[in-house]
């Protein structure tokens, strides 16, 4: 696990030192080693940066930049199946001189060019410098668990591991996008590809970025997507037979998950993904796992149920209590580490048991995508039922054209009935192939009414991409929808930075590619049922836990937030969102602001969370702009 970046700069204004100040922005990502490469050619100066965490080789043959013929090459991620690839080129005639999987993926590009990549299971963002053909080649994993930004402005191509990269950048015109600021207001993170930064971008997932430095020009190439699957003929065995075929593919997805030369552990927050993840590693291991939980008993929490649970399992099982200075302590960093902002409370627990691992191993498994895969969130319940209700009300177009009439003279405390109406409006004026995607944008966002009294430009919100595939079933939309976004966007990207900022590597064995492509032909029904939701999940942990200690609500992690930003945390709300720092920066009408902090110190604002998005953007401005 690693830190990369670099340029191509026709300028010839980049140089060495910059490189070295790569290094020095990304330090927690890579703390046991540094380097450079820089070059100078006809057409610009090329440069690429490294800074190493140890995982595998942890001898200094694995460091990087690594170098192999006129290939260049860093790399942030781990190729899990390394040692089977690497069998392959040694029959074909390859030698290695170390035991990491970088020079794997070096000599897989020499060898087999873009289609390498198709024999890598893993996380991974890389970059290849092809000296022959004067090409920059860049990649991303599958379903984004590795980020990788990049921009492309005044003849130079810029790209690294982390937003502060670009803050680093010499000549670099640090703006914020606007419409990325509007879709973070409306949903708490900034959709792909856009970031808040005007001109920085994130690359796709599951393809190649190829940047040209004869031509300046950027070619992508998708070589994998993960909704393509949706289009395939459905799995026709029993619901038996799909439990026993997704015991097989998590099982071979943890264990390559282990191959590491530094310790591992795994975050156990006591549901049925990390229940999971942890039953199946500690079976037939006589070594007990590391296991770690965050708990706070001033909330709501899991960790007394992990703690059974690891009991059960037999786990070195490590609970940490929450203290309120321990949550209110970390939140003035979160601009630090969250340089593209994400807006959710639960980037500090995620904060807090990567601090406490970190403390024994260096490496955890954390088991992010059970609920987008399998239906765990109530929306796979809800969205169906709700779009049967507005599919069955009678004269749709007359229906859509009242309530879209209607739905302006709800304002102030009754917008949540204008969001409904126009909402409702929107889907019935959708086609059928839209009407979930639109579901899912009304029920995320906040009232329009709301941005357009905040924002001092309008505020047409931007959103993901629509699905564009010939589903088997639409409301598989739902599962993509959620992959897509949720999970690309917010979800793989507080997970990043949250264990990255503590040096820890954080590894996602239920996002293994041949596991999602399985579970993406499984029929809607053997997933959620309309009343169970992960019903392969649940079916697999009760053959490890007994059902009554696994059977009950599912509670999550939970911080008094707001409580706190009407008493110990005010200060923040004092500085970042006075009439001078709202002026100051210039987005939002601060009497909007000031009327909704009137009613936020009441506690009768009806979407509190605005108030915590606009002071995240605020800290995060007078952090990285002003």
């Given at each position: ?8 700069d ?12 790569y ?30 965490l140890s ?59 873009l ?42 191509l810029?790209?690294?591991?982390e ?35 005007s ?33 395939e ?50 079976k ?50 979160l ?18 048991v ?51 009439t ?19 409006s ?41 699905v ?24 793989l ?41 992960k ?48 002026n ?19 506690d ?23």
């Amino acid at each position: 696990m690693c830190g990369i970046a670099g340029f191509f700069d026709k300028n010839k204004k980049l140089d060495d030192n910059q490189l070295w100040s790569y290094n020095k922005a990304m330090k927690k990502r890579g703390p046991d080693g540094s380097d450079i490469f820089f070059e100078k050619n006809e057409y610009g100066n090329v440069g690429l940066s490294h800074v190493r965490l140890s995982i595998l080789d942890l001898s200094s043959l694995g460091k990087q930049p690594m170098f192999y013929e006129h290939l260049v090459i860093v790399l942030n991620g781990e190729i899990y199946n390394y040692i089977d690839i690497k069998k392959e080129l040694l029959e074909l005639g390859y030698h290695f001189h170390s035991n990491s999987d970088t020079e794997v993926v070096l000599k897989s590009f020499h060898a087999w060019g873009l289609k390498s990549v198709e024999k890598f299971r893993g996380m991974f963002a890389f970059a290849i410098y092809d000296k022959e053909l004067n090409k920059l080649f860049m990649c991303r994993d599958r379903v984004g668990v590795k980020p990788l930004y990049y921009s492309l402005m005044n003849n130079q191509l810029v790209f690294g591991s982390e937003l502060k990269i670009f803050f680093n950048t010499a000549g670099f015109n640090k703006e914020v996008s606007l419409d990325s600021l509007k879709t973070f207001l409306n949903f708490g993170y900034v959709s792909h590809p856009n970031t808040m930064l005007s001109g920085v971008f994130k690359a796709d997932v599951g393809s190649w970025t190829i940047f040209d430095l004869v031509t300046s020009k950027i070619e992508k190439i998708k070589y994998w997507s993960y909704s393509s699957f949706y289009e395939e003929d459905r799995f026709s065995g029993t619901f038996e037979e799909a439990v026993q075929e997704t015991e097989i593919l998590i099982k071979e997805a943890c264990e390559l998950r282990m191959v590491s030369d530094v310790p591992v552990g795994i975050f156990l927050s006591g549901g049925f993904d990390s229940s999971l993840v942890t039953a199946i590693l500690q079976k037939d291991r006589t070594e007990k796992l590391k296991t770690f939980t965050i708990g706070f008993s001033d909330g709501v929490d899991e960790s007394k149920d992990a703690e059974i649970i690891a009991k059960h399992l037999g786990t070195d099982h490590t609970s940490y209590d929450c203290k309120q200075s321990d949550a209110i302590d970390l939140i003035p960093l979160l601009p630090e580490l969250f340089d593209d902002p994400i807006a959710d409370i639960s980037c500090i627990p995620t904060m807090l048991v990567s601090k406490l691992a970190r403390k024994e191993v260096t490496v955890a498994l954390s088991a992010d995508g059970g609920d987008e895969l399998f239906g765990g969130y109530k929306g796979f319940a809800n969205t169906p039922r709700m779009l049967q209700k507005i599919n069955s009300l009678p004269f749709s177009n007359l229906t859509s054209l009242f309530l879209e009439t209607a739905a302006p003279f709800f304002t102030g405390m009754n917008s949540h009935i204008e969001k409904k109406m126009s909402g409702i409006s929107d889907v019935l004026k959708a086609s059928k192939e839209d009407k979930i995607y639109q579901l899912d944008i009304n029920h995320s966002g906040l009232p329009k009414e709301i941005l357009n009294r905040l924002l001092k430009v309008e505020s047409s919100i931007l959103y993901t991409e629509k699905v564009n595939v010939k589903l088997k079933d639409q409301l598989d939309e739902i599962y993509i929808l959620g992959v897509n976004d949720v999970l690309r966007d917010y979800l793989l990207v507080k997970v990043d930075r949250a264990t990255m900022g503590y040096s820890l590597e954080g590894r996602e064995p239920l996002l293994d590619h041949k596991l999602m492509e399985f579970a993406a032909k499984l029929p809607y029904n053997y997933k959620h049922d309309g009343v169970t939701s992960k019903k392969p999940i649940r079916e697999i942990v009760y053959k490890y836990i007994p059902q009554s200690i696994m059977d009950r609500p599912k509670v999550g992690f939970d911080l008094p937030i707001y409580k706190w930003l009407n008493n110990e945390l005010s200060f923040l709300i004092d500085e970042f969102l006075s009439e001078e720092m709202i002026n100051k920066s210039g987005f939002f009408n601060y009497e909007y602001v000031r009327e909704s902090l009137m009613l936020f110190k009441k506690d009768k604002l009806r979407y509190p969370n605005l108030i915590w998005r606009i002071l995240i953007f605020q800290m995060w401005y007078y952090k990285w702009i002003n």
